[in-house]
């Protein structure tokens, strides 16, 4: 297993939420935007503003079959990108509960 796939898998096991990004993306800004309306704690991962954000963000497409960011995981499973979290709007807080996040 490649080091970026173990990293990639450490902060998911670690945290409740967690969101890889990138900090130019604008669908990004939109699920961030979201989360923190929420009062959401998650941890973020600018996958441009790291050294081996390339690394991860292959290593995620392993993990998760997406490639795309956001890529975001509530309570260690994959919800996918915004456009996902966008449509369970209904279910967040429920989720984001289930995760320790608020």
């Keep these: 297993m490649s080091a970026a796939k173990i990293k990639a ?5 670690e945290n409740g939420v967690v969101v890889f990004s990138k900090s130019y993306c604008p669908y990004c800004r939109a699920t961030k935007s979201l989360l923190n309306d929420k009062h959401a704690n998650y941890f973020l991962m600018e996958l441009d503003q790291v050294d081996d954000g390339a690394a991860l963000q292959d290593a995620l497409e392993e993990i998760t079959g997406q490639r795309s960011v956001p890529n975001i995981f509530i309570a260690q ?12 709007k209904g279910e967040l807080d429920g989720l984001l ?6």
């Excluded at 898998?9 to 096991?13: A, F, L, R």
């Excluded at 456009?83 to 369970?88: G, L, N, P």
């Design 9 to 13: 898998q450490q902060i998911i096991n």
């Design 97 to 102: 509960k289930s995760a320790g996040a608020i």
């Design 77 to 88: 499973k994959h919800i996918g990108g915004n456009s996902d979290i966008q449509a369970r």
